[in-house]
């Protein structure tokens, strides 16, 4: 009997440790939990929620959640560490430069993915001269893409056309609808909604000016802390990105369950998103230079900005070179 009892408790002991080491290896357990934070819902964000909704977050043992939050909220959440990450790459810049501890880390587009849609009167970019264009808040991308593309076209913006700051994206549609304003600058899906009511597409940034855009950041700390997690969120990124330029009709289906649009819509919305795309989510100083220039425009004791102050693109590299054979 005693040798029967204590066989029996031997093989108790055994089942109660495997039960734990299989609840604790589970993927839920295993998961991180990381917030990327976004000020919106813009489409120039696709490769994330291709990256989202292919599961390459989970591949990488991620539980991703991205708020959304206002970019002045965003950077202080950031540097906070509430959030780890967020897709505000653009203002961040001008942060890092003037020695934020920021890195930008992936940036998902060469061209702003941004239109200039104009009221149904208005047929071309000329003929907002006098006029009013909206924008979300100045000193942000889509205030520099109105700039840029106002400017390419021979208006020179607050001379010849006024640049007002109304918001979100729904603010600036509410505006131009009621005409309250002459053109508002939009990204996709915003532009092919706006021109089925019988508005006009005037231009699409990305043809007038090359400039990083969408792109990620996160702290000095984060990298240095956790590093191997930078490089998981990297890769799913990565992925996300090359996916959406290799597999037309699949990401199309991310971007009808995503922007809950119809399919005539998100095909029109992947042939605007696509020109813009990059191909490795790396960029170098030159796709940086108008961010550059502005900074230093606005900022005479800033001088040179060496890229490293203000990206780190290695996770991307090491990223790109193990997965370019697979």
Avoid: C
Wanted: zero cysteines.
């Amino acid at each position: 009997m005693g040798k029967r009892s204590s066989k029996r408790r031997i093989a108790n002991s055994v089942m109660i440790a495997i039960a734990v080491v299989l609840s604790t290896a589970s993927p839920a357990a295993a998961a991180d939990a990381v917030k990327l934070a976004l000020p919106g819902n813009s489409m120039g964000y696709l490769p994330l929620w291709v990256a989202v909704h292919k599961g390459f977050f989970k591949d990488e043992a991620i539980e991703i959640e991205v708020p959304r939050l206002a970019p002045t909220i965003a950077h202080n959440a950031l540097m906070a560490g509430e959030v780890q990450y967020h897709g505000l790459a653009d203002s961040a810049l001008a942060l890092a430069a003037r020695g934020a501890p920021l890195k930008a880390i992936f940036y998902a587009a060469n061209r702003p993915m941004y239109f200039l849609v104009g009221r149904k009167e208005i047929r071309s970019v000329a003929d907002l001269k006098g006029k009013k264009v909206g924008i979300s808040r100045y000193g942000g991308t889509s205030d520099l893409s109105a700039r840029l593309v106002l400017r390419g076209h021979g208006i020179q913006p607050d001379r010849d056309a006024a640049i007002l700051q109304i918001g979100s994206d729904g603010g600036r549609i509410a505006a131009l609808r009621a005409g309250g304003v002459d053109a508002i600058i939009v990204p996709v899906p915003a532009n092919v909604l706006l021109k089925r009511e019988g508005f006009n597409q005037l231009a699409f940034v990305g043809d007038v000016v090359e400039f990083a855009s969408n792109g990620y950041t996160t702290t000095d700390q984060r990298i240095k802390d956790h590093p191997q997690e930078v490089k998981r969120v990297v890769r799913a990124l990565y992925r996300g990105l090359r996916f959406a330029k290799e597999r037309a009709d699949e990401t199309i289906a991310v971007i009808q369950k995503e922007w809950k649009v119809e399919p005539d819509v998100a095909k029109e919305s992947y042939r605007s998103i696509i020109p813009a795309l990059n191909d490795d989510g790396i960029i170098g100083e030159s796709q940086l230079k108008v961010h550059f220039d502005i900074m230093q425009k606005s900022n005479k004791d800033l001088g040179e900005i060496p890229l490293p102050r203000v990206a780190d693109f290695r996770f991307v590299s090491e990223v790109k070179l193990e997965l370019s054979g697979k």
